[in-house]
């Protein structure tokens, strides 16, 4: 079966650190995708990860475990601006199917 | 601005009806895939076609079809509409396979109502 697991909704203050956490079955994974996606607007893209381990963008961060099947989205020096849902997506193997899950809503308070 | 775009913006129509979604992807994409949204349910994967042909099909129902024209862009036809079917369509597009050019650019949706 084929299964992305997420928290529902998270809170943090400005200026804090939190990490979003994603737990996933899938039958043949390729990669572990991370979006960003304010109310009634488009997703983008954060992060793609293939190899296990953390990858730093800038404010952001995405660790992948393979072996456990589970990601988490680190994000540093919280701004107002970084209130959105964050969605984690498996690729499944060899094809360009993204299976999501339903998205962590994220509220910073100042 | 992502440089996809999505027609209409909005569009309400009743149950029974057949509707048609568009969308441009971004110059120089080959890949255009189409997701459904809808409260309850989150973001679904629902075809995805490259250069003309289908590549990947997620969770599409059978009154639902998709193609992709000679010049890339692609349409989603709904027919038979249920009550169900309310949700925000989203196109995005990539250069290739997600593997390889990892990044995808949404359009800014069509909200469908279905009343």
């Known amino acids: 079966g084929q299964n992305i697991d997420q928290p529902t909704e998270m809170t943090a203050t400005e200026g804090a650190i939190v990490q979003i956490n994603c737990t996933y079955q899938?039958?043949?994974?390729?990669?572990l995708f991370w979006y960003q996606q304010h109310a009634g607007e488009a997703p983008t893209f954060l992060s793609y990860?293939?190899?296990?381990g953390l990858e730093e963008k800038g404010r952001f961060s995405s660790f992948l475990s393979r072996s456990k099947g589970y990601s988490y989205l680190l994000l540093k020096e919280l701004q107002m601006k970084d209130s959105a849902s964050y969605l984690c997506?498996?690729?499944?193997?060899?094809?360009?199917?993204?299976?999501f899950g339903t998205g962590t809503r994220l509220q910073v308070f100042p | 601005d992502s440089g996809v775009t999505q027609t209409p913006k909005h569009l309400i129509t009743a149950t029974g009806q057949r509707v048609t979604l568009r969308c441009s992807p971004r110059?120089?994409?080959?890949?255009v895939y189409w997701y459904q949204q809808s409260l309850d349910q989150g973001l679904q994967f629902l075809i995805q076609y490259y250069n003309g042909e289908e590549r990947a099909k997620g969770n599409i129902l059978e009154r639902f079809s998709a193609q992709q024209f000679p010049d890339l862009h692609s349409e989603l036809n709904l027919s038979s509409l249920e009550l169900g079917d309310s949700a925000l369509y989203f196109c995005?597009?990539?250069?290739?396979?997600?593997?390889?050019?990892?990044?995808?650019?949404f359009g800014p949706g069509t909200r469908l109502t279905v009343l």
């Open positions: 990860n293939v190899l296990d």
């Open positions: 110059s120089g994409d080959l890949s």
């Open positions: 899938t039958s043949g994974f390729n990669g």
């Open positions: 995005a597009s990539s250069v290739g396979g997600l593997a390889v050019n990892n990044e995808q650019f």
């Open positions: 997506a498996a690729l499944s193997y060899n094809t360009d199917k993204l299976i």
